[in-house]
């Protein structure tokens, strides 16, 4: 592998990341802790191979610039700032929400995981879209 081939990696481990959280959102529904428990565990691992990634492909590569023109660079770009400014947030939202379900303390858990996983979830899949733009256009 390849740092050219960090960006796809990114793309994949967020999508990755986006399965396990909609299927931790899925089996908790169902009464299925045990079963969501290392889905979402999974989600934290494939979000935190991709940060360290994502931080090693741009602190070699740097800023890439996108390529669009007209209505579609506004498109990106609306999608880019909300991207970067909850993926910033949802951090500290993850870290508190599992330290919540490792503690058992599930009321509060589920309390701020229902404003964390839909955050997160934008998150996780806007990447794979900002990457799509980005890269693939």
Known sequence: MTLRDLPTLNAILNATSALFLFTGYWLIRRGRREAHRRAMLAALACSAVFLASYLTYHFQVGSV???GQGPIRTVYFAILITHTVLAVVILPLVLATLTRALQRRFE??????RITFPLWAYVSVTGVVVYWMLYRM
């Open 65 to 67: 610039r996108f390529q």
């Open 108 to 113: 509060a858990h589920r309390r701020l995981a």
